[in-house]
Nanobody, 116 residues
Framework: QVQLVESGGGLVQPGGSLRLSCAAS????????MGWYRQAPGKERDLVAI???????NYADSVKGRFTISRDNGKNTVDLQMNSLKPEDTGVYYC??????????WGQGTQVTVSS
């Protein structure tokens, strides 16, 4: 079973930066959408950013201008550059791959904590 593995989380002060990365443990065919989601304590999992193949990138309003999502189709990886981090960005960040065959893959999550 192919799994997604996130890396790059951690503790950072407000105003700081982190870069999250996601890679698959094996080959996934037909990926058409990659994305990042986050789940704050006591809340539901929400979209942070998605990058479809060929369409425009979408960001949650709360991260526009601060976060940048990028993908490497050759390596099947997706990154999330997070700048000007705020305490409200704290949560568990999950990457997601969606395929043209209806496949939906999730990582195990990586903790991001923004605190002074």
């Amino acid at each position: 079973q192919v799994q997604l593995v996130e890396s790059g989380g951690g503790l950072v002060q407000p105003g700081g930066s982190l870069r999250l990365s996601c890679a698959a443990s094996g080959k996934i065919f037909g990926i058409n959408r990659m994305g990042w989601y986050r789940q704050a304590p006591g809340k539901e999992r929400d979209l942070v950013a998605i990058i479809p193949s060929g369409d425009s990138i979408n960001y949650a309003d709360s991260v526009k201008g601060r976060f940048t999502i990028s993908r490497d189709n050759g390596k099947n990886t997706v990154d999330l550059q997070m700048n000007s981090l705020k305490p409200e960005d704290t949560g568990v960040y999950y990457c997601n791959y969606h395929t043209i065959f209806g496949g939906d893959y999730w990582g195990q999550g990586t903790q991001v904590t923004v605190s002074s």
